[in-house]
């Protein structure tokens, strides 16, 4: 079973530009759930998609968004970007269910300049 | 709001050794679920080992258990005969029962041959 996919790996954009990533969770995964890593803050909790609806969201500002296809695979969208949101960005996907375990993916490293 | 503490940010252990990996976490829930994710150099984060809140008995997965106490609401890691394959960083996470999230800041471990 192929696990979770995210591409790009690598991004480099400028301030300013907005940007998309892709997240294809593992083959009958629902849900989908967003964080961005950086070495200050850790890993921080974005948002999580399930059956294309928006279940939680955590505490960044509107510029940041994403969306949930009925595939299951879903979309990460970054506007206007800051310097401050260069990141590693990565997605987990997990079944419902009660023990609801994330599979993570390799990631998408966003570099702004 | 629930928070994750690791309060060791490093942690070395020689080849064969046993190392333990601390973890508290702050909740006024009864139902959750607590993980320790791995995150390799390569980047892709990897499960550990997981605990049911209402479990008392404490998880083990081969070389690796938990030991976890819900009143002092700790929840550490042992890791028994360390292998340089071990070397990484190390997450606690808990999870609630209506899917909230939430990672420690992370505990970089090296094993020493």
């Known amino acids: 079973k192929a696990g979770v996919t995210q591409t790009p790996r690598y991004l480099i954009k400028t301030r300013g530009q907005q940007v998309t990533l892709s997240c294809s969770p593992i083959s009958g995964h629902r849900s989908v759930s967003w964080y961005q890593q950086t070495p200050g803050q850790g890993l921080q909790f974005l948002f999580e998609?399930?059956?294309?609806?928006?279940?939680n969201k955590g505490n960044f500002p509107g510029r940041f968004s994403g969306r949930q296809f009925s595939n299951s695979r879903s979309e990460m969208n970054v506007s206007t970007l800051e310097l401050g949101d260069s990141a590693l960005y990565l997605c987990a996907s997990s079944l419902q269910g009660r023990l609801n375990i994330q599979y993570f993916g390799a990631g998408t490293r966003l570099s702004v300049l | 709001a629930q928070t994750v503490t690791q309060s060791q940010p490093e942690m070395s252990v020689q080849e064969a050794e046993t190392v333990t990996l601390s973890c508290t976490y702050d909740t006024s829930e009864s139902d959750y679920y607590l993980f320790w994710y791995k995150q390799p150099p390569s980047r892709q984060m990897i499960l550990v080992i997981r605990q049911e809140a209402y479990k008392q008995q404490n998880a083990t997965e081969n070389r690796f258990s938990v030991n976890f106490q819900k009143a002092a609401k700790s929840f550490s890691l042992k890791i028994s005969d360390s292998q340089l394959g071990d070397a990484a960083m190390y997450f606690c996470?808990?999870?609630?029962?209506?899917?909230?999230?939430?990672f420690g800041a992370g505990t970089r471990l090296t094993v020493k041959p």
């Open positions: 998609y399930f059956s294309e609806t928006q279940r």
């Open positions: 996470a808990y999870r609630s029962a209506d899917n909230d999230m939430r």
